[in-house]
């Protein structure tokens, strides 16, 4: 069973580190060590057996930390169980149907084998950074669509799997 976890993520309005928190303490729960890092602050990922990266979606594309991570680490992450989720529409969708990652995360998915990717809703609140989350905001379309019932359903299903893998 691996001991040690990364949950790495990309966030702009912080989010998304919400998300990753509440995946590390289910993680936790289930008697893993996990570290929870914005991916931009992560050195090398040699000590952790396994790892969670996510990211917010902005215009169609993983958040630039999210990206850049995946990009600096993929040999580590290719010989290590990777999970990925993505944060995003600012809507209901994410809790009703499954949403598929956006074409960047598609294909890091199959450079590194990734096992799975969940896309949960997103939250864009007032004083949010950024002129395109402004424009969203004064147009009505803010709001917290997270759910966290979900991410926590999710990830004690990573933890089930990484708690079974032979170690």
Same mark, same amino acid.
């Given at each position: 069973?691996?001991?040690?976890? =990364?949950?790495?993520? &990309? $966030?702009?309005?912080?989010?998304?580190?919400?998300?990753?928190?509440?995946?590390?303490?289910? =993680?936790?729960?289930? @008697? =893993? $060590?996990?570290?929870?890092? +914005?991916?931009?602050?992560?050195?090398?990922?040699?000590?952790?057996?396994?790892?969670?990266? /996510? @990211?917010?979606?902005?215009? &169609? #594309?993983?958040?630039?930390?999210? #990206?850049? !991570?995946?990009?600096?680490?993929?040999?580590?992450?290719?010989?290590?169980?990777?999970?990925? !989720?993505?944060?995003?529409?600012?809507?209901?969708?994410?809790?009703?149907?499954?949403?598929? +990652?956006?074409? @960047?995360?598609?294909?890091?998915? $199959? #450079?590194?084998?990734?096992?799975?990717?969940?896309?949960?809703?997103?939250?864009?609140?007032? @004083?949010?950074? &950024?002129?395109?989350?402004?424009?969203? =905001?004064?147009? /009505?379309? /803010? /709001?917290? !669509?997270?759910? !966290?019932?979900?991410?926590?359903?999710?990830?004690?299903?990573?933890?089930?799997?990484?708690?079974?893998?032979?170690?």
């Amino acid at each position: 069973m691996p001991s040690s976890v =990364l949950v790495a993520y &990309g $966030t702009t309005n912080g989010s998304t580190a919400q998300i990753a928190e509440a995946v590390a303490e289910v =993680l936790r729960k289930d @008697g =893993l $060590t996990v570290d929870v890092l +914005p991916a931009q602050s992560v050195a090398s990922v040699a000590s952790y057996e396994a790892v969670v990266v /996510g @990211g917010g979606v902005y215009a &169609g #594309r993983w958040q630039k930390h999210a #990206r850049r !991570f995946v990009r600096q680490h993929s040999r580590a992450l290719a010989g290590r169980p990777l999970w990925m !989720f993505s944060s995003g529409p600012l809507d209901a969708s994410a809790s009703e149907r499954d949403i598929p +990652p956006v074409p @960047g995360v598609k294909k890091a998915m $199959t #450079r590194l084998d990734a096992r799975e990717h969940v896309t949960f809703g997103g939250c864009l609140e007032e @004083g949010a950074k &950024g002129w395109v989350a402004r424009t969203i =905001l004064r147009n /009505g379309k /803010g /709001g917290d !669509f997270r759910d !966290f019932t979900a991410i926590e359903t999710w990830a004690a299903h990573v933890a089930d799997e990484l708690t079974h893998m032979s170690g």
